[in-house]
Nanobody, 120 residues
Framework: QVQLVESGGGLVQPGGSLVLSCAASGFVFVNNGMAWYRQFPGKEREMIAQITDSGLYTKYEDSVKGRFTISRDNAKNRVYLRMNNLKLEDTAVYYC?????????????WGQGTQVIVSS
């Protein structure tokens, strides 16, 4: 079955950088676009970055545009999120998923997420 394992979060000072990683299995990774989402306490998960199956095209939510970069390695079934110039308001739990899988099945599994805390 679908399995997503996020890692790379942690505590970082404002202006710092982190690289999140997501290991995906249980579906044909190379045929699926992928996305990173984040969830603030008490809020719904929101998509912040997307990448096509080939990796050629990306799209970002305005608040992270120019600071975050999504990439993927289809040979390793992994998707990454490089986060630069982190701000206090980036503090959240970060998840990856395949939007296409969620369209087919809204109950498609999520991983445990990885916590990012931006604090001085």
């Amino acid at each position: 079955q679908v399995q997503l394992v996020e890692s790379g979060g942690g505590l970082v000072q404002p202006g710092g950088s982190l690289v999140l990683s997501c290991a995906a299995s249980g579906f044909v990774f190379v045929n699926n676009g992928m996305a990173w989402y984040r969830q603030f306490p008490g809020k719904e998960r929101e998509m912040i970055a997307q990448i096509t199956d080939s990796g050629l095209y990306t799209k970002y939510e305005d608040s992270v545009k120019g600071r975050f970069t999504i990439s993927r390695d289809n040979a390793k079934n992994r998707v990454y999120l490089r986060m630069n110039n982190l701000k206090l308001e980036d503090t959240a739990v970060y998840y990856c998923n395949a939007p296409g899988l969620l369209v087919q099945d809204k109950n498609s599994p999520w991983g445990q997420g990885t916590q990012v805390i931006v604090s001085s």
